[in-house]
């Protein structure tokens, strides 16, 4: 199942922990009872939880590019990622795992943003790149993998579940009564 969460501060605000993204993951160890892996730098920091199923010993995450410009964390599983990869290497990209995340990470560098076009599969994504000091969300299609997200006090909080987002002492529980009958009807 896996889970993800993490936090990226806007400029001048506090930056995150490895303490609060700990404290995230540590909502999701049911969706992950495998190994857990977290990485802070800067403004940006990225957790996971994983339930290890393709690549059993390689496949710990964060998962970074070679020259570890590109960081990622993510939920769910690519169908096509074999023939993905292979199309990958004739590019001249190199893989050190047998996982199908490590796909996500060279179609970002092949393809920049129009990159989810070319999965095929269930998916959360959280990708950073630090040259272009950029974080990328993706959700599947049809919404199968959870990706929660909000913005409070010049901080994006997010994660597979909503008790992720509370455990950054971040984000405040509240209802919103204005939505809350349309959440209803879609849950």
């Known amino acids: 199942m896996c889970g993800i969460a993490g936090i990226v501060a806007l400029p001048g605000k506090q930056p995150p922990t490895a303490d ?3 404290r995230m993951c540590d909502t999701l ?3 992950g009872p495998d190994s857990q892996g977290l990485m802070v730098e800067g403004p940006v920091g990225l957790g996971m939880r994983r339930l ?32 993905l990869r292979k199309s990958l290497e004739d ?23 129009s990159f989810p076009v070319h999965l095929n599969g269930m998916f959360a994504i959280a990708l950073y790149d630090k040259r272009q000091r950029r974080l990328v969300l993706v959700r599947d299609r049809l919404g199968i993998k959870p990706l929660f997200f909000t913005m409070t006090g010049g901080h994006l909080v997010f994660g597979s579940e909503v008790k992720a987002l509370l455990a950054s002492d971040l984000v405040q529980p509240r209802v919103d009564l204005d939505t809350l009958p349309q959440f209803l009807a879609w849950e």
Do not use: M
């Open 52 to 83: 290890s199923i393709i690549d059993l010993t390689g496949g710990d995450q964060p998962l970074f590019n070679e020259d570890r410009s590109i960081s990622l964390v993510f939920n769910g599983e690519i169908y096509n990622y074999r023939e």
């Open 20 to 22: 609060q993204i700990g």
């Open 91 to 113: 590019k001249g990209h190199t893989f050190s795992t047998a996982t199908d995340d490590e796909v996500i990470a060279h179609l970002w560098e092949e393809y920049g943003e």
């Open 29 to 31: 160890v049911h969706r």
